[in-house]
Structure formats: C-alpha cells, structure tokens
C-alpha cells in the first residue's frame, strides 16, 4: 500500500517561514492533483493548497500571497512554502494525491485517495 510521508513541519514565530515536503514510498501511477490540507484542534480539515498536472493552484483564502505550492512530477514530490505565518496557521498538515479520475476537474474539486501522516506546524505569537 502506498503511503504519503510529510516533513518540515515545526514552531515557528509569527512572521516566519517553513517548507513542508511530501513524498510517496513508491511510484504512483496516474497522480493527478496533489494537495495539502490542514485540521486544527476542534476544527474540520480544510483544503489550503492543491496543484493540478498542468499546474493550475488553489488556495485557500486565507494563506494567498503567503504560501506556494510546487510539485515535481519525476519525483511525485509535494512542496508548500510557508511565508509570512500566522498563529491561526497553527495545525496538523496532511499532504494527499488524487489519482487519474480528478485529472478534468479543478484542484479544489479533486477527490484525495491516498494520505500522509500529517506534519505539526505550530506558529507562537
């Protein structure tokens, strides 16, 4: 079974920077959106970033202009660069890939089947 693994997670102050990383254990065939999300406590996971094949974004309202998502398809990696964070950016982050089926549909749309662990950001005022 193909798992997703998550790194660069950590504290940070307000107004600093990370860059979490995801990556498979094995290939993947047919990826289409990949993505990250982020649940913190007492809320729901919401979408903050997804990335499509032909490289079409979506982001979250609130983390536009402070965060970038990247992919590297050779590799089947995930990156999300993390400007400028806030404390209210302070939660679990979980990568996940969409296989062929999201190809044809927006990245916010696309339906996530396979899932990291998820990477601690926490962000001190």
């Known amino acids: 079974q193909v798992h997703l693994v998550e790194s660069g997670g950590g504290l940070v102050q307000a107004g600093g920077s990370l860059r979490l990383s995801c990556a498979a254990s094995?290939?993947?065939?047919?990826?289409?959106?990949m993505g990250w999300h982020r649940q913190a406590p007492g809320q729901e996971r919401e979408l903050v970033a997804a990335?499509?094949?032909?490289?079409?974004?979506y982001y979250e309202e609130s983390v536009k202009g402070r965060f970038t998502i990247s992919r590297d398809d050779d590799k089947t990696t995930l990156q999300l660069e993390m400007n400028d964070l806030k404390p209210e950016d302070t939660a679990m982050y979980y990568c996940?890939?969409?296989?062929?089926?999201?190809?044809?549909?927006?990245?916010?749309?696309?339906?996530?089947?396979?899932w990291g662990q998820g990477t601690q950001v926490t962000v001190s005022s």
């Open positions: 094995e290939s993947i065939v047919g990826v289409s959106v």
């Open positions: 990335i499509s094949r032909a490289g079409v974004t």
């Open positions: 996940a890939y969409a296989g062929p089926a999201s190809v044809y549909v927006p990245p916010r749309r696309a339906r996530f089947e396979y």
